[in-house]
C-alpha cells in the first residue's frame, strides 16, 4: 500500500486538497446564505420605500385638494364680505334717505 515517501505525499496532498474543497463549499454556502438574506433585507427596504413614497404622494394630493377648496373658500367668502358691506350700504344709504325726508 504505502511503499515510498512519494506515496505518503500524495495521500497527504489528497487529503488535504479534500479538506481545502470542503472548506470552499462550506464557505460559498454561507456566502449564499448571507447573499440571501442581503436580497430578503434590500427586498423589505424597497417595499417600504414604496410604501413611504405612496403615503407621501396621498398627503401631498390631499394638500393639494384641500389648498384647492380653501383658496375657493377665501375666494367665496371675500365675495361674501364684499356683498354684505355693499348690502350694508345700501341699508346705510336708505336710512340716511328716509330720515332726511
Do not use: H, P
Not at 17 to 39: D, E, G, H, P
Request: hydrophobic residues 50%; proline residues 0%; glycine residues 2%.
Amino acid at each position: 500500500m504505502i511503499q515510498t515517501s512519494q506515496d505518503v505525499l500524495l495521500i497527504v496532498l489528497a487529503v488535504c486538497l479534500s479538506v481545502l474543497t470542503f472548506v470552499i463549499a462550506w464557505a460559498i454556502l454561507y456566502i449564499i446564505a448571507i447573499l440571501r438574506k442581503v436580497n430578503q433585507v434590500a427586498n423589505l427596504v424597497a417595499t417600504v420605500v414604496e410604501k413611504i413614497d405612496e403615503l407621501v404622494d396621498f398627503i401631498q394630493n390631499k394638500l393639494d385638494k384641500s389648498a384647492n377648496v380653501m383658496g375657493m373658500m377665501i375666494t367665496a367668502l371675500s365675495k361674501l364680505i364684499v356683498y354684505s358691506g355693499e348690502v350694508k350700504t345700501r341699508k346705510s344709504r336708505r336710512t340716511k334717505a328716509s330720515k332726511k325726508e
